[in-house]
């Protein structure tokens, strides 16, 4: 039995479809975020399984059973936001055990509880201090701290590092799912960062205009990502476009501008003649310098030179006309690539995804509006 389950939920906001036909099943225990831009849908997500608003069609089902009539207490879900809602006339021991006290729980019961908690984030230490007096990731620790108090078994947690600096937001991620997996807990993380969803996620749901593009596990959506817009926004992909030429067992011949073949493998449904879209990922397309002959190598020059940190990225001209990025590990990189340089990009067929051409063409597949 799905620990938490929507079945062809919709939803809608006057003219506005935020969410159309959504189905999902989530595991007890999985630790899952919810990527996607700004208005795909994902709050919306979270508000309906907290029960702050109801689906105009279709089901939300915990452990099997239908709870679109529940209203938020009888969910039984914590709730986390970016914004970190401690109450600031009460200390951090009154804000964690502020839950289990309006419910009436038993003194000892409640004191147990509260020393779990602060002891879980660390911050028992800090019991007496008022959040005025912590740091951000402090705040954002006695925040879940609280929501975890009363014993919920899922959690909700929408942009919650968000407010924090970037060094505190890695550290804290982890923080987290130790946290919830220690627990038991099944978790459902909202987030813009594309870096945070593929570190701490057993799957990735990736949202779009209100539909579900993919859901999967982080190196499934990178490496084999169903649509060019999950290719594009799950990481980063070149495109190429081009023409069938040849079918041959499992791989495609595929023509080029300027009578250029490449080697890729082959999608279902494909046809001679047929227009198509290559996606590469910058990590699989390596970078020589000169001229160099062989299967999937395309000659061009050198536009742009980017350090990255671990990576050295480099944006080639192709002879095609096409702009082709590739990463190379900083300390594997060509200390002779200089911009200009005449190169060779090249790629293994087996590391290309291909896709059929879209009807309205691979910007408007691209767009995140």
């Given at each position: 039995m799905?620990e938490?389950?929507?079945h062809?939920?919709?939803?809608?906001?006057?003219?506005?479809?935020?969410?159309?036909?959504?189905?999902?099943?989530?595991?007890?225990?999985?630790?899952?975020?919810i990527?996607?831009?700004?208005?795909?849908g994902?709050?919306?997500?979270l508000?309906l399984?907290?029960?702050?608003?109801?689906?105009?069609?279709?089901?939300?089902?915990?452990?099997?059973?239908?709870?679109?009539?529940?209203c938020?207490?009888?969910r039984?879900?914590?709730?986390v936001?970016?914004?970190?809602?401690?109450?600031?006339?009460?200390?951090?021991?009154?804000n964690v055990?502020?839950g289990?006290?309006?419910?009436?729980w038993?003194?000892e019961?409640?004191?147990k509880?509260?020393?779990q908690?602060?002891?879980l984030v660390?911050?028992f230490n800090?019991?007496?201090?008022y959040?005025?007096e912590l740091s951000?990731?402090?705040q954002?620790?006695i925040?879940?701290?609280r929501?975890l108090t009363?014993?919920?078994k899922i959690m909700l947690?929408?942009?919650?590092?968000?407010?924090l600096?970037?060094r505190?937001?890695?550290?804290l991620?982890?923080?987290?799912?130790?946290?919830?997996?220690?627990l038991?807990i099944?978790t459902?993380?909202v987030t813009?960062d594309?870096?945070?969803?593929?570190?701490?996620?057993?799957?990735?749901?990736?949202?779009?205009?209100?539909k579900i593009?993919?859901i999967?596990?982080?190196?499934?959506l990178?490496l084999?990502p169903?649509?060019?817009f999950?290719?594009?926004?799950?990481?980063?992909?070149?495109?190429?476009?081009?023409?069938?030429s040849?079918?041959?067992?499992?791989?495609?011949k595929?023509?080029?501008?300027?009578?250029?073949t490449?080697?890729?493998?082959s999608?279902?449904?494909?046809?001679?003649?047929e227009?198509?879209?290559?996606?590469l990922?910058?990590?699989n397309?390596?970078?020589?310098?000169?001229v160099?002959k062989g299967i999937?190598?395309?000659?061009?020059?050198?536009?742009?030179?980017?350090?990255?940190?671990?990576?050295?990225?480099?944006?080639?001209?192709l002879?095609t006309?096409?702009?082709?990025?590739?990463?190379?590990?900083?300390l594997?990189?060509?200390?002779?690539?200089?911009?200009?340089?005449?190169s060779?990009v090249?790629?293994?067929?087996?590391?290309?995804?291909?896709?059929?051409h879209?009807?309205?063409?691979?910007?408007?597949?691209l767009?995140?509006e």
């Amino acid at each position: 039995m799905h620990e938490i389950s929507l079945h062809n939920v919709k939803k809608r906001y006057g003219t506005i479809t935020a969410l159309d036909d959504v189905s999902f099943d989530i595991e007890k225990g999985e630790y899952v975020t919810i990527l996607g831009p700004t208005g795909s849908g994902k709050t919306t997500i979270l508000k309906l399984l907290a029960g702050l608003i109801e689906p105009n069609e279709g089901e939300v089902r915990f452990k099997g059973r239908r709870v679109n009539e529940l209203c938020p207490e009888e969910r039984d879900v914590g709730l986390v936001f970016q914004n970190f809602m401690l109450f600031p006339h009460l200390n951090v021991w009154e804000n964690v055990t502020f839950g289990p006290h309006m419910r009436g729980w038993a003194r000892e019961k409640t004191d147990k509880l509260g020393r779990q908690m602060l002891d879980l984030v660390h911050l028992f230490n800090r019991a007496l201090s008022y959040p005025n007096e912590l740091s951000g990731g402090m705040q954002q620790r006695i925040a879940l701290a609280r929501t975890l108090t009363p014993g919920s078994k899922i959690m909700l947690m929408d942009e919650p590092l968000g407010a924090l600096d970037a060094r505190l937001r890695v550290e804290l991620r982890y923080e987290l799912v130790r946290l919830m997996k220690g627990l038991g807990i099944t978790t459902i993380h909202v987030t813009h960062d594309q870096e945070e969803a593929m570190t701490i996620s057993d799957k990735i749901m990736v949202l779009r205009r209100g539909k579900i593009e993919q859901i999967g596990a982080p190196m499934e959506l990178f490496l084999r990502p169903r649509s060019i817009f999950v290719a594009n926004f799950v990481g980063e992909s070149n495109f190429i476009e081009g023409i069938i030429s040849e079918i041959k067992d499992s791989f495609l011949k595929v023509e080029l501008k300027d009578g250029l073949t490449v080697v890729v493998p082959s999608v279902d449904g494909a046809a001679l003649g047929e227009r198509i879209v290559i996606a590469l990922k910058p990590e699989n397309v390596s970078i020589q310098k000169g001229v160099t002959k062989g299967i999937n190598h395309i000659q061009g020059v050198i536009e742009r030179r980017s350090f990255l940190g671990t990576f050295v990225k480099y944006s080639v001209r192709l002879e095609t006309g096409d702009l082709i990025n590739s990463k190379v590990l900083t300390l594997q990189k060509d200390k002779t690539l200089e911009m200009g340089d005449k190169s060779t990009v090249s790629f293994r067929s087996n590391e290309a995804v291909v896709y059929h051409h879209p009807k309205d063409g691979v910007r408007r597949e691209l767009e995140v509006e």
